[in-house]
């Protein structure tokens, strides 16, 4: 059984409608990781999907993945989450250290929510780290 049919039955798939950026950026990941089977089979994703390797430089580095749990005021950002959770958190941090009221605040958090979709373990911490402020 190979890789691929063992993490597709473990109900992994998807790779088939991924973007150039996505793939590209696992296809990194795992370069550093070390293992040349997964990145054969990243090169095969993007070369079956019709698409080229992406320069690094091309891929927005907010959209990489924390490479381990980072520890942010009193909540942590998990390891895996996109490195734009972990700004935002800290934009909201610096907001309530420079003393915003909490009602800017809370605007601003569904501001950016509306922008950035799957920041929700953020606004959570910074919503709860707002209520223990008031």
Same mark, same amino acid.
């Given at each position: 059984?190979?890789?691929?049919?063992?993490?597709?039955?473990?109900?992994?798939?998807?790779?088939?409608?991924?973007?150039?950026?996505?793939?590209?950026?696992?296809?990194?990941?795992?370069?550093?990781?070390?293992?040349? *089977?997964? *990145?054969?089979?990243?090169?095969?994703?993007?070369?079956?999907?019709?698409?080229?390797?992406?320069?690094?430089?091309?891929?927005?580095?907010?959209?990489?993945?924390?490479?381990?749990?980072?520890?942010?005021?009193?909540?942590?950002?998990?390891?895996?989450?996109?490195?734009?959770?972990? *700004?935002?958190?800290?934009? =909201?941090?610096?907001?309530?250290? *420079?003393?915003?009221?909490?009602?800017?605040?809370?605007?601003?958090?569904?501001?950016?929510?509306?922008?950035?979709?799957?920041?929700? =373990?953020?606004?959570?911490?910074?919503?709860?780290?707002?209520?223990?402020?008031?």
């Amino acid at each position: 059984m190979t890789k691929l049919d063992k993490k597709r039955d473990e109900g992994r798939s998807g790779w088939q409608t991924a973007s150039a950026e996505t793939l590209t950026q696992m296809l990194i990941e795992h370069v550093q990781k070390g293992d040349p *089977v997964d *990145v054969a089979n990243f090169c095969m994703m993007i070369h079956q999907n019709g698409f080229s390797i992406l320069s690094p430089e091309s891929i927005d580095p907010l959209s990489w993945k924390l490479p381990c749990d980072i520890k942010v005021g009193h909540g942590t950002i998990a390891k895996g989450c996109r490195l734009s959770t972990l *700004v935002l958190r800290m934009k =909201i941090l610096y907001s309530i250290a *420079v003393d915003k009221n909490g009602a800017e605040v809370v605007k601003e958090i569904g501001r950016l929510r509306a922008e950035n979709e799957g920041l929700e =373990i953020a606004l959570a911490a910074a919503t709860k780290t707002i209520g223990e402020i008031k």
